[in-house]
């Protein structure tokens, strides 16, 4: 497998686990002898990726745009995108980007979000960090800087910081070929300031049973989820199937074990009934349908990589 396959991977990955998701969201988990292993329609037509995936492409963009982030650019894109009316923001980052959206800084609106609720932390900052385990590939320093930023702008508990960390941190890891459990091994020593909840949730995923995963909206279930997902199968598909079938936050817990299962196999290992089914529309881009090849191309932008390879992909594959 090229590197360029993993890294497309966690691009397409990621949106695949969020669509798939979607119609599983806030539902119960799903019997181990019925779960679901295709894009269904609920709200949004089957395939269709959901707010998680629109705030990763709001961060690549800010990314192709600034690297490192900048942290104004990236608060400003998220505010176009919260003015639109998404249909899913949670009440957290919607008190944070109704602010933002009126003018203020970020820094002053998150910390006085925050301080309202100082426990809050929530998965709206794990869900979109892959971006940025993409454009800084090869600065694992520089990874992580601007992983915590992009969580700072949002969601400043340090659970959500540190679970941001260590996502992009396997990411690493994993596009330089670690295998899953060792990837997760290497995140967990290179990143030593994790908070003891969340290292402790990360360590025992593999050992619990499905009915013991919460899959709920705070940070350390999705992560836990995520882990648990990469680290217990042997193939994206079942990664994802398994995971985005614990119901409950579906399409976050699928996005976070898209992108690192994305990364793990490539992605050929995407079955092309999903990347065939891929579809999505961001509100500050009227007018286009976002598919596959249009995420495989970002990712390759993402990584400064030609398009040449992007193209021999879509002529065979597209
Ligand atoms: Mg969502």
Redesign the pocket.
Known sequence: MTGESRIWGCAVGAAVG?ALG?PL?FGPPQPPERLVRDMQSARLPAGTF???TEMALALAESLLASCPLDSADLAERFATWYRAGPA?VGIHLSDVLRRIARGEAWATAVETVQARKPESAGNGSV?RCWPVALAHRNDLPALLADSRLQSKVTHPHPECVAGSALVNAVIYFLLHNAAPQDAVTQALSTIRDLPPGLLQAVKAAPGLSRSELTNSGWVRHTVESAIWGLLTTYSFEEAVIQVVNLGNDA??AGAVVGALAGAAYGLEAIPQRWRDALRGELSWQPGHTWRAKDLVELASQLAGRAVVGFQAWGETNG
Request: aromatic share 0%.
């Open positions: 969020d979607m969201e959901t707010d998680d899913d869900m399409d976050t």
